[in-house]
Nanobody
Framework: QVQLVEAGGGLVQAGGSLRLSCAAS??????????MAWFREAPGKQREWVAD???????SYADSVKGRFTISRDNAKNTMYLQMNSLKPEDTAVYYC??????????WGLGTQVTVSS
């Protein structure tokens, strides 16, 4: 069973930066073959997709974060990252990582809280 642990969140002022990490542990054999993604859930809103990265490094971003966030992965370390720059108050949410395809999802981790003050 693969487990995911998100880290790196915190409180930052608008315009600031944070770098999130997502570490996979457990049975990670072949897990690097999966497209991985970041999601976020703001208070009172549904969880939404933020960005994803394929095993080969191809990336996609939600329009709301394009140009500000950068997703990356280190397959050797079974770790994925999300560099978040020019943060806005509307980026405030709990951030989660998981496999992109819903049919291949594994149990969600606890997420990491990102709070952006205006």
């Amino acid at each position: 069973q693969v487990q995911l642990v998100e880290a790196g969140g915190g409180l930052v002022q608008a315009g600031g930066s944070l770098r999130l990490s997502c570490a996979a542990s457990g049975r990670t054999v072949n897990s690097n073959a999966n497209t991985m993604a970041w999601f976020r859930e703001a208070p009172g809103k549904q969880r939404e997709w933020v960005a994803d990265i394929s095993s080969s490094g191809s990336t996609s971003y939600a329009d709301s974060v394009k140009g500000r966030f950068t997703i990356s992965r280190d397959n050797a370390k079974n770790t994925m990252y999300l560099q978040m720059n020019s943060l806005k108050p509307e980026d405030t949410a709990v951030y989660y990582c998981n496999r992109f395809l819903a049919t291949t999802r594994i149990p969600w981790g606890l997420g990491t809280q990102v709070t952006v003050s205006s």
